[in-house]
Each structure stands twice: as C-alpha cells, then as structure tokens.
C-alpha cells in the first residue's frame, strides 16, 4: 500500500479540514523502532479513509518529559508553542500512538487554552472496527499468544483499559493476561522521564522485572501501546535471549500486519 | 446515708466524669494542633463537587472497596474494623453508667433487644481477636515482605505491634467482665440482673466459678474501669500513632483527587511568567506574594499533602507495588509519607517552642527527610496511588520536590539537563533536527 501523508499546511492550501489530527511524537518522529508504529498507524488511517494530517515540521514535544522531571517552565513552554500552531489550524481532534502525548493534551492542556478530543490510537482503531471502516481477521496471528502490557500513562493514569484489549480480540489470538495488569499492572521503567537517565542504584531493571513476568504467560507476542514500553520490554526479551521466540510488537503494528496493509 | 456515706457513694461517677472530661479534653487540644499543622499547607480547592465526594467516601473509606483488592487482609481488616465501630455503641453505654452511677442503662429501655446487641458485640470482639491474632501472624511470624521492611524500623514497628496489643488487653476485658457479670447474676448477686446468653462470654464462665462473689465484683468492676480507661488512653495515643487513620480517613477521601491521575497541576505562576515570555505585552494577572516553584518544606506542599501524611496506615501497599522499591531502589512511596508527617510534626513542635511562628532551624523535607536518590527512582507510573486504600498520593509530593529541585536548585541529574537542552533547542528530547521529523513518511 502506497502511503500518502499529507500536513495541516498542505490541507489547509488547498481548502480542505481534515478530520482528525495524527500527533506522532517524538518517539514516532525519530526512533527506528516507533517509526514503524507511525507508518503502520498511518496506513491504517488511509485504510480505513480517515482524512487524516500530520503537523510534520510544526510538531514539536508535547513537554512531558521535562513536567514528568519538574521542569514546569520548559513544559509549558513547549505547550504554549504548540497549543498556538493547534488552535491557529483549529484543531477539533487528535489521535496519537503515545500515552505520554495522549495524557499531556488531553489533561494538561485544558488549561492553558488547548481544548481538544484527545484519544489514543488503541481507541481510535477500535471504533474504526466497530463501524466497520476497518476489517481485519487474525490472518497470521491466529492461534497465536498474546500477552498485553498496560502503559500506565494509557491504563491507570486514564483509565483506558479495555480498548486495546477489544482490539486485539480481533486477531483469532488467544489473549494471556500477565499477574499484574490493568489498574495492577507494572510499569516498564520508563515513565517519569526515566527513559533519559540511568536508573538509580537497585538490585534490579524495572524493565526485566516486568519482561520476565510477560515471558511467564509463554506468550508469542507481548503486545504494546506504548513506544517506551515497546522499547523497554524488547531490551528485556533480549535480555532474557528470548527475541527469537517472542516478539514485542505494538497493536497498531499488528492490526496493521493483519489486514494486509 | 450521712453526707459522708452519700459522698462516697457518688465518688465513682466524680471520677469518672473527670478523668472523661480529662481525656477528651487533651485529645481535643491535640487534635487542635494536627489541624493546625495541616493547614500550614498551602491552598488548594479540594470542595467541587460533593456528591461525588459523598459517594467515594462512602465507597472507599466508609466501604473499604480498596481494601477487597487484597482480599485474605481485606476481610481481616473489616473484622477488626467493624468490631471497633459496633463496640464503640457499648461504649457509649459505659460512660452513661460511669457518669451516673448505673449498670447497664440501656437493658430496661431495649428489653430483648439488648440481648441481641449485647449477643452482637461479643460476637464482633471475638471476630477482633480473630483478625487481630492474623495480623500479629502476618507481621511478626509470616513475616510479610511490607511489614518487615527497613522504613518500619523503630518507633513504627512497635507502633503497629502496640496497638495489636492493646485491642486484645480491651477485648478481654470487654468479654471476661461479660463472664464474671454472669456468674453473679446466676447468683442473684445485687444489681446484676440476667441478661441472657453471652455467646462467647458464656463460654468463660467456667473461669469464674470457683471466685467468691466479692473477688467477682472486684473483677467485674476492675475490668470495667480497665476498659473504658484503655478506650480514653487510646484515644489520646491516636495523633502519634498510624492508628490515627480510623479517623483521618474519611475526611482524606472525602477530598480525593477527582480527576484522571495521569493529570498533573499546571503551576499558574510558570503560566503567567510563560506569557509573559512570549507575549511581554499580554496582559496577565499580578502573582500574589512571592513565587516559589515547587516545594523545599512541608509549608510548600498542599494542605492535602499534609492531610494525607497524617492518614497514612503504614500498610506499604504503595510500595509493594512500586516498581523502584520492588527493584531495589531507595525510593519507598510510603516512606515519603512517613518523612513528610514525621517533618510536620517537627515544624509545628519548632512553631509551639515560638510562641507561634516557625523559627528557622535549617532543616528542610527536602535533603533532610528526602533525598533526591529518592525522588530521581520515580517513574510517575501512580501504582502507589492506585494501590492506597486512603487514596493517599505520594506521587503528588515527589513531583513537587523535584520541581524544587529542578527549578529552585538548578539540579537535575546531568542526563536530565541534557534531554532539556534537547527539548529547548531541537524540539524533542533526543539530538534530532526539527528538520527531520517527517522523514518517517519516505523510509
Ligand atoms: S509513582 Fe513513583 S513512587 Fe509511586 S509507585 Fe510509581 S514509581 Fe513508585
Ligand atoms: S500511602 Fe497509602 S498505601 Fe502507602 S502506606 Fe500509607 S496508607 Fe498504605
């Protein structure tokens, strides 16, 4: 499937409002392995003939990180910035594969002047399914493990549980639950602006700990919705030399890969 | 009776109205002080929205649905729980008589009813035993992880223990008064008159029938005293005590957060200053009196956050979910709750010693209670505050220090300052060109 991704610029040229907003992110913008994840979120917009825009080169980070941390100056620096370039388009809706993302402009940018629909891309392909817009079957994940692990940006910050979990029902799969999940579940080691430092002095990874309880359900897949967590559990998959028998994909990956896009 | 007879008669009940007198009034005046202590917080609006307060109090404090979540030390927990609720109705009981000299006031009034109750409350202290007998197991000879960690050594451990100790001390006495009341009353002894069949009591009897009847009365009475005495002296051990829960926590969940908890306080201070920066012309709002960002001592953090230091149980939920403190980091959520009330205490000591103002003593919450080790192991993953059947927020206050540290201190982790820098210059926190960010599309 040729991809075609057009920017609120370019819409916006030609007289035309798009229907919703894809917010990629940082992650999605730049790392190799989330880069995957925005292509497959993207194809599977145009698949389902949602008129989709990227800001491109106007997205800047949302400042989660740098709140996360205590920076609250450059946080809201980043959030003035980008709430000028959102409401200059008069953005109604926003989709995005990032929890931190999805959680920042849904909660935190209220207040200060951003108002919008902020959902995340495991709910946005959920009622794509439900309406039929967008129709997979398991293909090659039928008979398939999957394990799921809440992000927690996505799961206990806001309360979004069941989405990813309907979506994944799709696959034919059977759907393993690891000891702690939903409001229980264990974060990956990265949140709270984790991911840019070196964790402090303990006697384990978060990240292992966590992998080690996803490779105890003897799943094939470990299922994310996050690109932290994604990033986080295949360290520990390879930590655990297990990457050859198990696979850390994200949902959208998955949907993507199922129906043939 | 002579005057002398007459005032020996009512000598009882004049001590006993004293030394009730004497021991609500000094939990008052304490009490008087937590609140005080509290609202050295700073403001927040914690009262939009009643029903949904009513009802999440109603649910979480007064139901205790979180509790369930663990279900062996849930129930436990509710034995112990409603035991001490059901009680307290014969406590009311025993001050009455102890007031005006009368011996079980209630039973004319209740007829058969009483029985019932009186048969309730046995039942419930005997469930008190039970549960409190588990909980001495589950902390001292299971040796439950939570219970056994370092942030409970010292005055916490023998706090918890204390306290298991003294509700066995008031239940027995509640339930062997129960049995020597009876042994007298099958006696036809003066003034105790049958109440029927005491479940559990009545099975102690037998401990009791070779006593004369004086030795009875001696007991009866002495175990009477005992027990409304201890019930005083527990009351006034509460505000030093975790114990001090049964009472904080509804209130504490009454002001819950309400909103999603990944929502973290935008500080309207950094908004006026930001507008500033990007608009020196915008109008905006003088800041009223001097900004600080983020908090250095308990007087920074919210009233909320000090509210919560003085509900905390203790029970280590929080960090047994934690991710940083099951791998061994240094960081213990319900620590940071135990350092914030232990340094609370200590600021409104200072503030008595001086004649009501804080004196300066060169300690602060931050460094001295908590260290930034700590405060740099969170991964704002709000399992603590999911996992607090209180709904205590320990993540709240670790975000507010680190803003202290971050924005007053200048001293965040150099990565951290690196992945700043990232942010202020090229827009994402790694070293990527702004340039690039829709390269994605053609790889
Ligand atoms: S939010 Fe921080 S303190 Fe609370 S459980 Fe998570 S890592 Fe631990
Ligand atoms: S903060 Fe809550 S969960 Fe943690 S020890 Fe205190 S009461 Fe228990």
């Given at each position: 499937m040729e991809l075609k991704v057009k920017t609120y610029a370019e819409y916006m040229a030609q007289g035309e409002v798009p229907e919703i907003l894809f917010w990629v992110g940082c992650a999605g913008s730049f790392d190799d392995r989330a880069k995957k994840v925005t292509k497959a979120v993207a194809k599977i917009l145009q698949a389902a003939q949602v008129k989709f825009a990227v800001l491109g080169t106007e997205e800047s980070c949302t400042g989660d990180p740098a709140k996360r941390a205590g920076n609250e100056f450059l946080f809201q620096m980043q959030a003035m910035q980008n709430?000028?370039?959102?409401?200059?388009?008069?953005?109604?809706?926003?989709?995005?594969?990032?929890?931190?993302?999805?959680?920042?402009?849904?909660?935190?940018?209220?207040?200060?002047?951003?108002?919008?629909?902020?959902?995340?891309?495991?709910?946005?392909?959920?009622?794509?399914?439900?309406?039929?817009?967008?129709?997979?079957?398991?293909?090659?994940?039928?008979?398939?493990?999957?394990?799921?692990?809440?992000?927690?940006?996505?799961?206990?910050?806001?309360?979004?549980?069941?989405?990813?979990?309907e979506v994944l029902a799709k696959l034919d799969a059977e759907l393993v639950e690891m000891k702690r999940c939903r409001t229980k579940g264990l974060c990956c080691g990265a949140g709270g602006a984790q991911m840019f430092k070196e964790a402090e002095p303990g006697n384990k990874e978060v990240n292992i700990e966590r992998s080690e309880e996803a490779l105890a359900t003897s799943?094939?897949?470990?299922?994310?919705?996050?690109?932290?967590?994604?990033?986080?559990?295949?360290?520990?998959?390879?930590?655990?030399?297990?990457?050859?028998?198990?696979?850390?994909?994200?949902?959208a990956e998955m949907i993507a890969h199922a129906a043939d896009l | 009776m002579n005057s002398t007879g007459l005032l020996l008669s009512i000598l009882p009940n004049v001590v006993f109205t004293l030394l009730l007198l004497a021991g609500i009034g000094l939990f008052a005046f304490n009490l008087r002080k937590i609140i005080r202590n509290i609202r050295l917080g700073r403001d927040l609006n914690r009262s939009d929205n009643p029903g949904e307060r009513w009802k999440i109090m109603t649910l979480v404090a007064l139901g205790q649905t979180k509790m369930m979540v663990r279900p062996i030390a849930g129930i436990l927990h509710i034995f112990v729980y409603v035991g001490f609720v059901v009680i307290n109705i014969e406590v009311l009981e025993i001050i009455i008589d102890g007031v005006f000299g009368t011996h079980r006031v209630f039973a004319p009034f209740l007829g058969s009813f009483y029985k019932v109750l009186i048969a309730t409350f046995e039942v419930f202290a005997a469930l008190v035993l039970i549960g409190v007998f588990a909980f001495y197991v589950r902390r001292n000879i299971i040796k439950i992880k939570r219970f056994v960690q370092k942030d409970l050594d010292g005055f916490p451990r023998f706090d918890a223990n204390m306290i298991l100790?003294?509700?066995?001390?008031?239940?027995?006495?509640?339930?062997?008064?129960?049995?020597?009341?009876?042994?007298?009353?099958?006696?036809?002894?003066?003034?105790?008159?049958?109440?029927?069949?005491?479940?559990?009591?009545?099975?102690?009897?037998?401990?009791?029938?070779?006593?004369?009847?004086?030795?009875?009365?001696?007991?009866?009475r002495f175990m009477w005293w005992f027990h409304i005495i201890g019930i005083l002296a527990f009351l006034n051990y509460l505000p030093y005590s975790k114990h001090f829960h049964i009472l904080m926590a509804f209130p504490n969940v009454w002001y819950s957060n309400l909103n999603p908890k990944g929502q973290f306080k935008n500080m309207d201070a950094v908004t006026r200053e930001v507008k500033l920066m990007?608009?020196?012309?915008?109008?905006?709002?003088?800041?009223?009196?001097?900004?600080?960002?983020?908090?250095?001592?308990?007087?920074?953090?919210?009233?909320?956050?000090?509210?919560?230091?003085?509900?905390?149980?203790?029970?280590?939920?929080?960090?047994?979910?934690?991710?940083?403190?099951?791998?061994?980091?240094?960081?213990?959520?319900?620590?940071?709750?135990?350092?914030?009330?232990?340094?609370?205490?200590?600021?409104?000591?200072?503030?008595?010693?001086?004649?009501?103002?804080?004196?300066?003593?060169?300690?602060?919450?931050?460094?001295?209670y908590i260290s930034a080790e700590e405060l740099w192991a969170c991964t704002t993953c709000n399992a603590c505050v999911q996992a607090c059947p209180v709904n205590i927020d320990p993540l709240d206050i670790i975000v507010n220090l680190r803003q202290q540290l971050v924005m007053e201190e200048s001293a965040p982790p150099a990565s951290l300052a690196t992945m700043f820098g990232n942010i202020e210059n090229n827009g994402a926190p790694w070293q990527f060109s702004p340039a690039d960010r829709l390269n994605w599309k053609d790889e």
């Amino acid at each position: 499937m040729e991809l075609k991704v057009k920017t609120y610029a370019e819409y916006m040229a030609q007289g035309e409002v798009p229907e919703i907003l894809f917010w990629v992110g940082c992650a999605g913008s730049f790392d190799d392995r989330a880069k995957k994840v925005t292509k497959a979120v993207a194809k599977i917009l145009q698949a389902a003939q949602v008129k989709f825009a990227v800001l491109g080169t106007e997205e800047s980070c949302t400042g989660d990180p740098a709140k996360r941390a205590g920076n609250e100056f450059l946080f809201q620096m980043q959030a003035m910035q980008n709430i000028m370039v959102l409401n200059g388009y008069e953005v109604k809706k926003i989709v995005t594969a990032c929890p931190h993302c999805f959680n920042t402009l849904k909660n935190e940018y209220p207040q200060l002047g951003g108002n919008y629909e902020v959902v995340h891309h495991s709910q946005l392909i959920e009622s794509l399914l439900k309406e039929g817009r967008l129709t997979v079957s398991g293909g090659s994940f039928k008979g398939k493990k999957i394990t799921f692990h809440d992000p927690c940006y996505l799961g206990r910050a806001n309360d979004v549980y069941e989405a990813p979990r309907e979506v994944l029902a799709k696959l034919d799969a059977e759907l393993v639950e690891m000891k702690r999940c939903r409001t229980k579940g264990l974060c990956c080691g990265a949140g709270g602006a984790q991911m840019f430092k070196e964790a402090e002095p303990g006697n384990k990874e978060v990240n292992i700990e966590r992998s080690e309880e996803a490779l105890a359900t003897s799943a094939n897949i470990i299922a994310v919705g996050c690109p932290f967590c994604s990033t986080m559990m295949t360290d520990g998959v390879k930590h655990a030399e297990k990457e050859a028998e198990v696979s850390v994909l994200d949902i959208a990956e998955m949907i993507a890969h199922a129906a043939d896009l | 009776m002579n005057s002398t007879g007459l005032l020996l008669s009512i000598l009882p009940n004049v001590v006993f109205t004293l030394l009730l007198l004497a021991g609500i009034g000094l939990f008052a005046f304490n009490l008087r002080k937590i609140i005080r202590n509290i609202r050295l917080g700073r403001d927040l609006n914690r009262s939009d929205n009643p029903g949904e307060r009513w009802k999440i109090m109603t649910l979480v404090a007064l139901g205790q649905t979180k509790m369930m979540v663990r279900p062996i030390a849930g129930i436990l927990h509710i034995f112990v729980y409603v035991g001490f609720v059901v009680i307290n109705i014969e406590v009311l009981e025993i001050i009455i008589d102890g007031v005006f000299g009368t011996h079980r006031v209630f039973a004319p009034f209740l007829g058969s009813f009483y029985k019932v109750l009186i048969a309730t409350f046995e039942v419930f202290a005997a469930l008190v035993l039970i549960g409190v007998f588990a909980f001495y197991v589950r902390r001292n000879i299971i040796k439950i992880k939570r219970f056994v960690q370092k942030d409970l050594d010292g005055f916490p451990r023998f706090d918890a223990n204390m306290i298991l100790f003294v509700e066995v001390l008031l239940m027995s006495a509640f339930l062997t008064m129960n049995a020597a009341d009876q042994v007298l009353s099958s006696r036809g002894a003066d003034h105790y008159i049958s109440y029927g069949n005491y479940p559990v009591s009545g099975l102690l009897t037998g401990l009791f029938s070779g006593w004369s009847d004086g030795a009875l009365i001696v007991y009866e009475r002495f175990m009477w005293w005992f027990h409304i005495i201890g019930i005083l002296a527990f009351l006034n051990y509460l505000p030093y005590s975790k114990h001090f829960h049964i009472l904080m926590a509804f209130p504490n969940v009454w002001y819950s957060n309400l909103n999603p908890k990944g929502q973290f306080k935008n500080m309207d201070a950094v908004t006026r200053e930001v507008k500033l920066m990007l608009d020196p012309s915008a109008p905006v709002p003088e800041a009223d009196g001097p900004v600080k960002f983020g908090a250095r001592d308990v007087q920074d953090l919210s009233w909320k956050n000090l509210m919560d230091a003085y509900t905390c149980t203790e029970c280590g939920r929080c960090s047994s979910e934690c991710p940083a403190n099951m791998t061994g980091k240094l960081l213990s959520p319900r620590s940071i709750m135990m350092k914030t009330r232990d340094r609370l205490e200590e600021v409104g000591k200072n503030i008595d010693a001086n004649k009501g103002t804080f004196v300066d003593d060169g300690k602060s919450l931050l460094h001295n209670y908590i260290s930034a080790e700590e405060l740099w192991a969170c991964t704002t993953c709000n399992a603590c505050v999911q996992a607090c059947p209180v709904n205590i927020d320990p993540l709240d206050i670790i975000v507010n220090l680190r803003q202290q540290l971050v924005m007053e201190e200048s001293a965040p982790p150099a990565s951290l300052a690196t992945m700043f820098g990232n942010i202020e210059n090229n827009g994402a926190p790694w070293q990527f060109s702004p340039a690039d960010r829709l390269n994605w599309k053609d790889e």
